[in-house]
C-alpha cells in the first residue's frame, strides 16, 4: 500500500475498533498525526480521502467528525460510481438490477406496511395523470420503486439498488420518448407491482418485478447499437 492507504486503513482501524464511533469528532491534527505515527501532510490526505467516501465529514469551524456510518450515506457512491458507467456497462448495471430488484420486491410485499403501500400507490396514481409528461411520468417512476426498495426494512439493499436503479432513469426517458406506448405499458407493469404488494404476495410481487425489469433490459439491448436509427445518444449510453 501507499503512504496515504497506510494513513487512511490506519483511520479506518480506529473507526471498525470502536475507538472513533461514529459521530465522534477527531482529535487535533497535531495529536492524531502523532498518534497514528504520521505527517500531517499525509493526515490531510487521509482525511480528505474519507471525506469524499463519506466516513468522515468536516464541520466547518468546529472540527471533523466521524459520519453516522448508517448505509445510505455510505452507500451514496455506488449511484456516483454508476453514474460515470458508458456504454455496454449500462447493460451490465441492468443484470444486477435484474438479479436483486425482484428479490426485493418479494421482499417487500411480505414486509410491506399500510403506510408504505399508501406512498407506493401515491405514486402509483401519480404515473397516471403524467403519462403524458415523460419527464414527470419517470421522476414518479423512480420515486415509485424507492419506496418499495425502503419496504423492504433492508437499508442497504434500498441504498445500493437506489444507486443501480438511479442510472437507468435517463435510459427510461429516452424509452418515453422515442417508443409507441411506452407509458402505457410502464405504468401497466407497475400496476402489476401494486397489486402484489397489496395483496402481500411475494411470489408474485417477485415475478411481476422479474417481467418489468427484464422489458427494460431487452429493450436496451435491442437499442443500444450506435449505428443504428433512433440509436442512444451518448448522455444515455
Known sequence: MSLTEQAIERIRQRIKDGTLPPG??????????AELGLSRNLLREAVRSLVTTRVLEVRRGDGTYVTSLSPELLLEGVGLAVEMMRGDD????????????????????????????????????????????????????????????????????AALLGGIASRTLRARVWRGLVEENAAGRTIA????????????????????????????ETWLRENLGGSRPGAAPDSVR
Open 90 to 157: 449500462l447493460l451490465e448495471i441492468t443484470e444486477v438490477r435484474r438479479l436483486f430488484e425482484p428479490v426485493a420486491t418479494g421482499l417487500a410485499a411480505a414486509r410491506i406496511t399500510a403506510g408504505q403501500l399508501a406512498d407506493v400507490e401515491r405514486h402509483l396514481n401519480a404515473m397516471i395523470a403524467a403519462q403524458n409528461d415523460i419527464e414527470a411520468l419517470n421522476h414518479h417512476d423512480d420515486a415509485f420503486h424507492r419506496a418499495v426498495f425502503d419496504a423492504t426494512g433492508n437499508k442497504s439493499l
Open 189 to 216: 407493469e407497475h400496476a402489476a407491482i401494486y397489486r402484489a404488494l397489496a395483496a402481500g404476495d411475494a411470489p408474485l410481487a417477485q415475478a411481476v418485478a422479474l417481467v418489468h425489469v427484464s422489458t427494460t
Open 24 to 33: 465522534t469528532r477527531l482529535p487535533p491534527e497535531q495529536d492524531l498525526a
